[in-house]
């Protein structure tokens, strides 16, 4: 019965959206891009139709993505996107304003968690909740945060890597970078435009990544043909290029990534720093399903790591317990507005 909807979690990512509800699972997964008409301001598309806009659009009609680094770069936009979403997920029929469970990353100012919980009340929201990342990244890998233990989470998504160390519901140490998988896409682009003079645009960069893409260096390596735009000629050509290449390409991304895992250990205290040596780290998000990336952790660290199971939708798995179970988590994690 749709219009008994009366709670929904928004995963709401720098690069894909999704939108949870208890009961039913992932209903929505859409990128978090919105197409605007500059002649009237209005909003053309959202999501799916708006990301196949990017880059093929008429002058007037712009294509891009309220959230950068994981947080609100564009109020109006988001509120609009929200909207769209909010009721994409409800149906036309749910007259029911839904109670609705934003993440945030662990670094979200408090004048930027506002911003996400005013744009959700604007859409439509009756409450608006917001969890920081991590804590719903480890909810969602089935990580049992209310024990005395630690337990470290590194979720990477496209435009932050959070890291924190949980324990008893809570984040006793933790730190977001801006290197995540747009970051790496870039580097990638970078790489490309620099060797073989070839221009690419992002969607291509990540394609590539996905194909072939490596944290550390391989022995069999993979190929993939790269087309793109000869910056000399003007016209379309084709490059081949191989695992190992991308592996340099990305190295410091994943440098920066590395740094700041070892910044939250050094932060973390002894008794949970040994917990997380036992019990190795968990690793969720879309970009840490980068090929060896567990393995890249491990040899810079000492300690081992895992892929968390459906890493790509961990946090908005959370989102869906942290709902079922309001009235628990209301005391430890969740910021009301």
């Not at 993505?65 to 036309?92: F, Q, S, W």
Request: glycine letters at 10%; a neutral charge.
């Amino acid at each position: 019965m749709a219009f008994f909807i009366r709670k929904l979690g928004i995963d709401l990512g720098t690069a894909n959206t999704l939108v949870f509800v208890p009961g039913e699972g992932i209903v929505l997964n859409e990128p978090s891009v919105v197409a605007i008409s500059e002649l009237d301001n209005k909003v053309v598309a959202v999501g799916n139709e708006a990301k196949d806009m990017i880059g093929k659009t008429p002058d007037h009609i712009i294509a891009y993505r309220p959230m950068k680094d994981g947080v609100i770069a564009d109020y109006r936009v988001t509120e609009a996107m929200l909207r769209y979403y909010i009721g994409k997920a409800l149906g036309k029929w749910n007259i029911i304003k839904p109670d609705v469970l934003i993440s945030v990353p662990a670094g979200v100012t408090s004048t930027e968690r506002r911003a996400v919980i005013e744009a959700a009340i604007k859409a439509g929201a009756r409450n608006a909740y917001v969890v920081k990342e991590p804590i719903l990244a480890a909810i969602g890998a089935g990580v049992p945060i209310y024990e005395p233990r630690g337990h470290m989470i590194i979720d990477i998504g496209g435009g932050t890597a959070d890291i924190a160390v949980i324990s008893l519901g809570g984040i006793v140490a933790s730190t977001s970078v801006k290197h995540a998988g747009n970051k790496i896409d870039q580097a990638i682009a970078d790489y490309i435009k620099k060797t073989f003079n070839l221009a690419i645009g992002d969607k291509t960069a990540e394609d590539a990544k996905i194909a072939i893409g490596s944290a550390v260096p391989i022995e069999e390596e993979l190929v993939y043909a790269i087309r793109g735009r000869d910056f000399l000629t003007g016209l379309p050509r084709s490059v081949e290029i191989k695992t190992n290449e991308l592996v340099r390409a990305i190295d410091g991304e994943l440098r920066e990534i590395v740094k700041a895992i070892k910044t939250v250990f050094q932060d973390t205290p002894p008794e949970l720093a040994s917990d997380i040596i036992d019990q190795g780290v968990i690793m969720t998000g879309g970009s840490s399903q980068l090929r060896n990336f567990p393995e890249l952790i491990y040899r810079r660290t000492g300690v081992k790591a895992r892929l968390a199971e459906d890493a790509l939708f961990c946090v908005v798995k959370g989102t869906g317990v942290a709902l079922e179970h309001l009235e628990t988590y209301k005391k430890s994690i969740l910021a009301k507005h």
